[in-house]
């Protein structure tokens, strides 16, 4: 009797089939209910974490003494030299800028870029102006320095970089022999052409320039040489007199 009881208690136990519960059809049509996985689903929708912004950049205003000029920063000069950028070039030779300025004394020099070692257009020349960015000592393997291969990075008006060798310029030339390349002006961009061209001075030049190389083609006369190169003149100068440029646009 008692066996009988347990048996009528809990029948799986005792031979016979285990009842299973059937799951309702679904209508036609629909799809059947998803089973119970027992895992919580969030109730925050999945999201990609936001990437960081960069943080925007700007031009330096300290310097780092090295020897006896002051240079930007290493990483800065990397950027400033892998492009052009002539307005950044005019901007740092304003006199608020701490950099240090040199004047080239070989009669003409290879304008190297010191990052891709392509040869620039137009040479460096006698008198003319730039700044220094990085004093770089030749070295063997072992680190051991080589006499006589030192080398100076620097910055042209026109927004190129270039390598000096030691003793290739000189801190100071008579005002009359200064020079700036010619291309400052022509690779200026609109906003900076716009500002510089408040100054009555610049406006005159660029006139002068206009009708100088009216109509003119690649072969430029002396006439229209000269004018470009005034006007590349008057810009330095309206520079070095604190002219107020607005920041460039575009910063390495």
């Known amino acids: 009797m008692a066996l009988l009881a347990v048996c009528m208690t809990f029948p799986s136990g005792c031979g016979g089939e285990p009842k299973i519960a059937k799951v309702p059809a679904a209508p036609s049509g629909e799809k059947p209910p998803p089973l119970a996985t027992g895992r919580r689903k969030s109730s925050e929708p999945a999201t990609n974490p936001k990437r960081a912004k960069p943080e925007p950049r700007s031009l330096p205003t300290k310097c780092t003494q090295v020897r006896d000029i002051c240079v930007?920063?290493?990483?800065?000069?990397?950027?400033?030299?892998?492009?052009?950028?002539?307005?950044?070039?005019?901007?740092?030779?304003g006199p608020k800028q701490p950099w240090t300025h040199r004047y080239v004394r070989a009669k003409e020099a290879q304008a190297v870029n010191p990052i891709s070692e392509?040869?620039?257009?137009?040479?460096?020349?006698?008198?003319?102006?730039?700044?220094?960015?990085?004093?770089?000592?030749?070295?063997?393997?072992?680190?051991?320095?080589?006499?006589?291969t030192e080398r100076?990075?620097?910055?042209?008006?026109?927004?190129?970089?270039?390598?000096?060798?030691?003793?290739?310029?000189v801190e100071a030339v008579p005002k009359q022999q200064l020079r700036y390349v010619a291309p400052t002006w022509q690779r200026l961009g609109d906003k900076y052409r716009a500002a510089l061209m408040e100054s009555s001075a610049v406006a005159e030049a660029e006139g002068t320039r206009k009708a100088d190389c009216k109509g003119l083609g690649?072969?430029?006369?002396?006439?229209?040489?000269?004018?470009?190169?005034?006007?590349?003149?008057?810009?330095?100068?309206?520079?070095?007199?604190?002219?107020?440029?607005?920041?460039?646009?575009?910063?390495?």
């Open 118 to 148: 392509r040869v620039g257009e137009v040479p460096l020349t006698f008198g003319e102006e730039i700044i220094v960015l990085r004093y770089k000592t030749g070295t063997i393997e072992g680190g051991m320095q080589v006499s006589g």
């Open 152 to 169: 100076y990075e620097v910055l042209r008006w026109d927004g190129s970089c270039a390598t000096l060798q030691e003793g290739e310029f």
């Open 218 to 252: 690649l072969g430029r006369p002396p006439k229209c040489h000269k004018a470009m190169e005034d006007l590349n003149r008057v810009v330095a100068e309206v520079v070095h007199d604190g002219f107020e440029l607005p920041l460039p646009e575009s910063i390495p």
């Open 72 to 93: 930007p920063p290493p990483s800065y000069v990397d950027r400033l030299c892998r492009h052009n950028f002539p307005d950044v070039a005019v901007y740092m030779m």
